[in-house]
Each structure stands twice: as structure tokens, then as C-alpha cells.
């Protein structure tokens, strides 16, 4: 079974910092970009911050300058160091991956995966 496990979302005061982890884990072949993207209640998911496999990232205007998206292609991990965080930024993030996977049958096939999510809070 292939998954994306995210950790280290929490409630921290304006200004603080948080530092949200993501690994998968299963069949994986290979993992193309990885990615963070946020759901604020009553809003759409938007993409926060992605990398590529050569470590090419880009970020969501609002996010630039604060956030910081890495990742350790040995560990197949994916971060996002969140810093001077706003009330604003409250949503649940959700890792992605656009990865090639073996199936049941060892025939590799390429895959969007998904987090369950994590919430942050930033209180004002």
C-alpha cells in the first residue's frame, strides 16, 4: 500500500513557526515533484509551495519569502518550514506527490498521491 504521512501541524501564536514533514512510503519507484497545498474552511485547495526532484521550487504569492519547501529524495520526504505565520495561514495542509509506482502485479503505473492532512492554527 502506497501513503503520504504528514506530521508536525499545530496551533501556535501569530509570528511563530511550524515545520510540517511528509514521507511516503509502499511501492514507490520513483517520486517526480512533491508538493504542499491548504484547505481553509469554506475555501478551495490551493497550492502552497512544490518541488521538483532536482529541487526546483516555486510558492504561492501569499507564502513567499515566509515558507520554505525542501525534501530528501533518499528518505522520500517532503518539508515545509513555516515561518511569521499569519491568522490567515489557519487551513489543513495536504502533502502531494506525483510518484511512479509498482501495482499488484509489479507493472509500474504513475500516481497523484495524497495526505489525510494536518491541521495548523495561528492565533492572533
Known amino acids: 500500500q502506497v501513503q503520504l504521512v504528514e506530521s508536525g501541524g499545530g496551533l501556535v501564536q501569530a509570528g511563530g513557526s511550524l515545520r510540517l514533514s511528509c514521507t511516503a512510503s509502499g511501492s514507490i519507484i520513483s517520486i517526480n515533484a512533491m508538493g504542499w497545498y491548504r484547505q481553509a474552511p469554506g475555501k478551495q485547495r490551493e497550492l502552497v509551495a512544490r518541488i521538483t526532484s532536482g529541487g526546483t521550487a516555486n510558492y504561492a504569492d501569499p507564502v513567499k519569502g515566509r515558507f520554505t519547501i525542501s525534501r530528501d529524495n533518499a528518505k522520500n520526504t517532503v518539508y515545509l518550514q513555516m515561518n511569521s505565520l499569519k491568522p490567515e495561514d489557519t487551513a489543513v495542509y495536504y502533502c502531494?506527490?506525483?510518484?511512479?509506482?509498482?501495482?499488484?502485479?509489479?507493472?509500474?503505473?504513475?500516481?497523484?498521491?495524497w495526505g489525510q492532512g494536518t491541521q495548523v492554527t495561528a492565533s492572533s
Open positions: 502531494n506527490a506525483d510518484a511512479v509506482v509498482a501495482g499488484v502485479s509489479g507493472m509500474p503505473y504513475r500516481t497523484n498521491l
